[in-house]
């Protein structure tokens, strides 16, 4: 009888078990996959909160899309990414990558430094700034 049990109700926690493993909604936003490699660009609050970000301070000027690109790339950057862990984008006529350093507080605030290094024609130029994030989930870069 016991076998005759096991026998009916393993293949259903099996499957059931297997299943959940597809996708998950916790941490990921809703019906994310996983294993999925895109990244949803950041919306428009997040990106305006940057005011222009360090991307500017490199004095190389990019195309709206461009800067749209490196400014996506310093907000995931100070959002998401770990210590030293770059973050890359390219557009049209440039790309560049966006490095975060260790997190830390002033006040109640989390802040990080950062690097951004746009490169344009084979030439890097790099500029180097700090945030600090709002209770909004914006960032806001210091000067």
């Not at 009916?8 to 019906?31: D, E, M």
């Not at 966006?98 to 030439?123: E, F, I, L, M």
Request: glycine share 10%; proline share 6%; with cysteine.
């Amino acid at each position: 009888m016991k076998l005759r049990t096991f026998s009916l109700v393993a293949p259903s926690l099996f499957a059931a078990l297997a299943l959940s493993g597809c996708s998950t909604t916790s941490g990921l936003g809703g019906g994310k996959s996983l294993f999925s490699s895109a990244k949803p660009p950041a919306s428009a609050t997040f990106i305006n909160a940057l005011d222009g970000g360090i991307v500017e301070r490199t004095g190389v000027k990019l195309s709206d899309n461009d800067k749209q690109r490196a400014l996506e790339a310093e907000y995931r950057a100070l959002e998401t990414s770990p210590l030293g862990q770059p973050v890359a984008w390219k557009g049209r006529d440039a790309s560049g990558e966006v490095v975060p350093a260790a997190p830390y507080q002033v006040g109640s605030q989390n802040c990080r430094q950062y690097t951004h290094t746009v490169t344009v024609d084979g030439k890097p130029t790099m500029a180097r700034g700090a945030a600090c994030r709002n209770d909004d989930g914006t960032w806001t870069p210091l000067e």
